[in-house]
């Protein structure tokens, strides 16, 4: 049956209502359906289904044909008829809604998608001035200003500096598509320098952007990864450093406890000195015991006959004399062979 391509909904007081914005939904029975406002009405009756959330399970649940839904809404159209939807076919939209000329649907350079636009003004060089209609709807702070060029709005800046850019654009001899177009053209000689894929979309140029900023990619990769092999060999070094240092402090402390001086409970890359010299000669040391050498022991000397003296803070350890004991045994028994 013919149509209108306007929608219109079944009011209480059974008039029928055209709908600026309504839209079409697709179902797989072929029946004339719109949503409007967040519900699913019929296109030809205008009565209201249900909910636009309620409709995957209304489709799915309770309709199982075209003839089975037409069938539920002889009733509706037998008290209230069809809608002007059909009735009336020859009425138009645009009719109804005639199209604001200075609304436009357009994308924006540096997306592809396509947004509102709103002509504010036009600039006696020509040139006309837009606002993005979802800005001023919500009333937002920073609204931008953009100009349309080659088919783009191109953003110029904040609607805050309008009277600057308005003096820009107006100003003798300045042409916006040049002045951008040399700003390109400097990005694309310049072998450092990222090339804004918004411009080149702008000058239909997008291969040779991205040929362009391939190149710096690389350039920019390989420099990344030279930086990464050298802070790898750096980190080598200095942990070839560190080691080094902890075996020396290791070996003097060793050579100075046979000898008879004192070892002062330094700290080895982040560890106790004393600790650490019962951990590298196999000395099993109690777990309290270790919290004591980190925070109470300040050093220790072994005097042969005379044994073990020893400095300390706080509390005294009953397991160090023990402790160090067996370590001198051990160190001794590596000096015999030649190791220490």
Not at 142 to 163: E, F, H, I, P
Not at 211 to 216: D, F, R, S
Not at 232 to 241: G, I, K, P, T
Not at 319 to 333: D, G, H, S
Request: charged share 30%.
């Amino acid at each position: 049956m013919k149509h209108s391509n306007v929608y219109y909904t079944l009011e209480k007081d059974g008039t029928y209502k055209p709908c600026e914005k309504a839209k079409g939904v697709r179902n797989p029975f072929g029946i004339d359906i719109f949503r409007h406002k967040g519900t699913i009405s019929d296109g030809k009756t205008g009565c209201g289904v249900c909910s636009e959330s309620e409709w995957p399970a209304v489709l799915k649940n309770r309709i199982t044909s075209k003839e089975q839904y037409e069938a539920l809404l002889q009733r509706t159209i037998e008290r209230f008829g069809l809608s002007p939807r059909y009735t009336q076919p020859e009425v138009r939209h645009e009719q109804l809604f005639p199209r604001d000329e200075n609304r436009v649907l357009s994308r924006e350079c540096s997306s592809k998608s396509k947004h509102y636009f709103y002509r504010i003004s036009t600039l006696e060089n020509g040139l006309e001035l837009f606002q993005k209609e979802s800005e001023m709807s919500r009333g937002i702070e920073s609204q931008m200003l953009y100009a349309r060029l080659n088919g783009w709005m191109v953003c110029l800046d904040t609607m805050t500096r309008k009277d600057f850019t308005y003096q820009t654009l107006t100003s003798p001899g300045f042409d916006l598509h040049q002045t951008l177009l040399e700003k390109f053209e400097a990005m694309m000689a310049d072998p450092q320098r990222w090339a804004d894929f918004a411009l080149a979309d702008l000058f239909d140029r997008r291969s040779e952007a991205e040929a362009h900023n391939q190149l710096i990619r690389e350039a920019r990769e390989a420099e990344r990864q030279q930086d990464r092999a050298a802070r790898a060999e750096a980190d080598a070094e200095q942990e070839r450093l560190r080691q080094e240092a902890y075996r020396t402090a290791i070996a003097e402390a060793e050579r100075n406890l046979l000898k008879g001086k004192i070892v002062l409970n330094a700290d080895i890359n982040g560890c106790s000195l004393v600790l650490q010299l019962f951990r590298e000669n196999n000395v099993d040391v109690p777990l309290r015991t270790q919290g004591w050498i980190i925070s109470s022991l300040v050093g220790v000397q072994w005097n042969g006959e005379d044994g073990l003296s020893y400095r300390y803070h706080g509390s005294k350890s009953s397991a160090i004399y023990r402790l160090i004991e067996e370590l001198m045994q051990v160190l001794e028994n590596k000096n015999q062979e030649g190791d220490c």
